[in-house]
């Protein structure tokens, strides 16, 4: 049940942010600030709960590569449907730490070399001119975005207590988030309705999202909470369908197949070599 409300949690993000800059005054800028304050005081919140904040916990790298993530990922949304961003995301958070892996000396089986091909090759359909395809300037901030979560994630790995290092990293975005509204103070718009969304997605579903995330962790292998991940953006495409009337397009489905089949041949090959 947690890992169902975590990964509902994850793609509600893409859903709400989507939401919000199509159907709400709000721009990225303002979201992204609203969005990284919200979840900030609501991990600080839920740290005072547990004993108190700690002020060190958490890194100022990883602090800047959670700005980046955010502030690109909303960025992004303005033109790009919630599935499409969705898969982007997550094929590009992949990219990086299989990329990563490989710098570091790792090898791979030849299933997992298969599944690396068969991916890129979704994500460069995806991404190839035609009707179908997603903005290009839309495509690249998500797959920017993509890349600094995952280096988010590669700094978080060692981390003692992954709630409070995550809470100091939110904190720790804040001096970056304060450039921005002064840096977009120009064409800020607030309205209730975004804000409100940008607050639910910062406090809610990154905040409350992550938390509940760390609780079901301990009782998952580590490939099984990566290959759970891998229904991440199926779910935000379907709530797109249902909740913002996007459409399912053929080029979309079929990378899809390819994008998520060949994270999966990695993921289910480095589980066979473990």
């Excluded at 980046?68 to 995301?89: I, K, Q």
């Excluded at 068969?118 to 035609?130: D, E, K, R, S």
């Excluded at 999202?209 to 199926?234: D, E, M």
Aim: hydrophobic share 55%; charged share 10%; aromatic share 10%.
């Amino acid at each position: 049940m947690l890992t169902a409300i975590a990964l509902l949690a994850f793609a509600g993000n893409s859903l709400l942010c989507r939401l919000a800059l199509r159907h709400t005054a709000i721009d990225a800028g303002s979201f992204t600030v609203i969005r990284l304050l919200s979840g900030a005081l609501m991990l600080a919140g839920l740290m005072q709960l547990r004993g108190g904040m700690r002020l060190r916990a958490g890194r100022w790298a990883a602090g800047f590569a959670l700005f980046a993530y955010a502030v690109t990922f909303s960025y992004a949304y303005v033109s790009l449907n919630a599935g499409v961003g969705a898969l982007l995301l997550f094929g590009s958070v992949n990219a990086t730490m299989i990329a990563y892996g490989l710098w570091r000396g790792e090898s791979l089986r030849p299933a997992q070399w298969a599944g690396v091909m068969v991916a890129f090759a979704g994500l460069i359909g995806l991404t190839l001119p035609g009707l179908t395809a997603p903005p290009l300037a839309g495509a690249s901030l998500m797959i920017a975005a993509g890349v600094a979560w995952g280096a988010y994630s590669l700094l978080g790995r060692s981390a003692q207590n992954p709630l409070a290092d995550t809470a100091g990293n939110f904190l720790r975005t804040l001096p970056f988030a304060l450039a921005l509204g002064l840096l977009a103070w120009p064409w800020q718009q607030i309205d209730g309705a975004g804000s409100a969304y940008a607050v639910a997605s910062g406090a809610v579903t990154s905040g409350l999202g992550y938390a509940v995330w760390y609780k079901a962790q301990p009782f998952l292998r580590a490939a099984t909470a990566a290959s759970l991940q891998l229904s991440v953006p199926v779910i935000a495409a379907a709530g797109g369908i249902l909740l913002l009337d996007e459409s399912l397009s053929l080029r979309l489905l079929l990378s899809s197949m390819a994008i998520l089949g060949g994270v999966a041949l990695v993921i289910l090959g480095r589980r066979g070599a473990s």
